[in-house]
Each structure stands twice: as structure tokens, then as C-alpha cells.
């Protein structure tokens, strides 16, 4: 077989056959195929797409290009959660002890910040002594015995993606419907879980701007992670404000611990019930009416914030700062900015306030960047509220006072104003199950 065959095939928009696609994912893994070839044959995937089954086939030839982990011994109750990425989100972090309480078994590998969006990762780590690597024994154990591990991405999980997303980047070629689903689809499935609920967002903070995007890319992901044998659902959740009222690392770990003492934004409180609804309807069985409800007694209870404690002690966290995240990292400078006019906030873009948080030194511009746990934004006003001259809009925090100027500039600039009260969003967009 011959790469620049196949090339020509897709080129002129023919199915590969699955010995093919997997040639071709094989060859580019150990290095027989060239960057050069991998990227023609990447822009013509973008430009002819995929069927649903090269798609699959696809996705499971990355899967296995690198280690996958074996959550057999957890039977139908491993449940892992993506989202594709937002501002604000600090959903993991509230899902993890809810669904582990109830039964659901959360072996999770998670990403890094990078750009405006933030890492579940680089959350937990402001957490003092909380370890984010562990050896895949150590990662097993945790999750038989405490129900919940989250760890980075470790090992030599799909090294296919980790090429193909380089090249992707930096070939135009990101913005590809079946390369998107495989790229996601293979790490969630190497990852090992059973079911897997997708938080597809949808908005200006989000990779996907459009609900046609976001609902297409639902779709897709649901159907490759069927074909391969998992229990899939998605959520298409709104992306156009951000989630809840704290983004920034120690920020939003102290928000996560607000939902889980049953206080906190009901916006984020609601996206996190539909979320863990979701997962403990596939880990357990449940109809959606009694999954919600043991959400909300799980958090009613406290049951859920003492296994968050459980959780972060056993990976070398220090729960004292839950109880009291006064103990967290605290910045040196609150910074008030002050509403210029007076009117209904009509739009905030997600993306530039997540980069006015990166900015302050709570997110990488490059993977080098060191971040600041202690730096981000907390929201006093959102879309939809009406606000008077003068109030307060938010509140920087930050340790660099230099960086504050062309933070407060990014944040204004991100608002919209009206003179009425613009319509409500809905939070939750749809569900594809
Ligand atoms: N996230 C991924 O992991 N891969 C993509 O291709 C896009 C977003």
C-alpha cells in the first residue's frame, strides 16, 4: 500500500477501506509516514469528509496506537465525563463527588489549560499537596476505594492524536467534523470507561460557535462511541457566558465547593444536576427523575462534600482548605471594575473574558507559562442583568499589578450593552442520546 495513494483516493472523495485507514494511522504513529504526507491527507479528510463508519474505524485505530486503560473490573458503573471546553467550567470538579457517591466508578484523565479555556488539572493542583500523576496501579486502586481518581493525561495514551492534533494545528485543519469526533472520541475511549457523557459546548467561549456545530458534532460522537461499545450521551450546554461566577484556578475550586455545600450560582447548580443526572442514568440504570433526585440529596445531605474531602485527601490534598478556602491561594490585589455606563448587559464574550483571566496569570499563552493559582475573575454582574453606572461589573485578582490594565481593557471590551432586557438563554441546549 502506498501513502500517496490513498492520499489521491480521499482527494477524490472516496471511502477508505478500514486496512487502509488503519495503514494510515499505523504509518504515521511509528514514523514511516511523513508530516508532510499526514497533512495532504488530513486536508483532504477536511475537504471530503468521512462516513460515519471510516470515522469509526478511525477513531479506533488511534485509540490503539498507544496504551488503553482496562476498567473491566469495574463493570457497567466506570462513567467518565469530556467537555470540549469552556470558560468557567469547573464541572469536574462538582460531578466527581456526586456520581462517586452514588455508585459511579470515575477513573479520569484530564487536560490542562491552554489559551482561554481552562484544565481541570491545573485546578486541582492549587489545591495544596494534590497530586495530579499517580501510577496506573495507584490510579486503579484509588478508584476501587474511594469511587473517584482524576489525574493529567499520562502515559502513552493515543500518541496517534497527540501528532495528528500537532499537525492539525497548524495545517488549517482543526475545523474537521470526523477528525474533531475521532480526535476526542480516541482518548475517551482509551481512557477505558464504560459510559461517557459529552458536554458539548456551545458559544462565544467555546470551540464550537453555532448550535448547528455544536448539535453535528453531538451527534457524531455519539454514534462513533456506540459503534465502538460504549454507552454515549451528550449534553449541548450554553458556552455563551461563562459557567458560574469565579474563573481562575483556587477560584473556581472555592466555587465548586459552594455548589457542593448547596449554595452557589443556580446557573452552574443546573448544568451540574443535568450532567450528573446524565452520567448516573447510564452508570446505574437510573430513569432521569431519580437520578436528579439522588443529585440533589447527595448534595443536601453533605454526602457529596465530604467525598470531595475523601477524594482529595487520598491523592495527597490537603481537605482542610475546602473547609476553609480562606486557606487557598489568595491574591495580593482585588482590582474592582466599575460598570462605564449605566444599561442591561446584553452579551459578555466568553472567550475574551477567559482571556482577560489568562491574562492576569491564570492561563498559559504558551505550554511553558507558569500559572498563577491565585489569579482570575469573579463575576458580580452576568448576561441579562440590569446595571447602574459605576456598580461594580467584577473583580480582578491578581498578584502582577502590571497585569491588571490590559486585563480590565479586555474585560470591558468583551460586554455589550442594551437599553432593554435582552432575551434569557436557555442553559441546556439539547441532549443526543
Ligand atoms: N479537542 C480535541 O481533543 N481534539 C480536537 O480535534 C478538537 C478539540
Redesign the pocket.
Known sequence: MRMVDLIEKKRDGLALTDEEIRFVIDGFTNGSIPDYQMSAFAMAVFFKGMTDHETAVLTDAMMRSGDTIDLSRFGDKSVDKHS??GVGDKTTLILAPIVSCLGGKMAKMS?RGLGHTGGTVDKLESIPGYKTTLTVDEFLHQVEQVGVAVIGQSGNLTPA?KKL?AL?DVTAT?D?LP??????MS?KLAAGSHSIVLDVKVGSGA?MKTLNAGRELAEHMVTIGKACGRNVTAVLTNMDVPLGHRIGNALEVEEAVEILRGEGCPDLQEVCTVLASNMLMLCNGWDEETARAQVKEAIASGRAFEQMKRWVAAQGGDPAVLDDTSKLPQAAIQHEILAPCGGYLSHMDAQKIGEASALLGAGRQTKEDVIDFAAGVVLKKKTGERVEAGEVLAVLHANRAESVPAAEAAFLGALQWSDTAPEKQPLILGIVR
Do not use: A, E, Q
Open positions: 470540549t471546553g487536560g492524536d492534533y492539525r482543526v474537521s477528525l474533531i469526533t475521532s480526535s476526542i482518548k470551540f
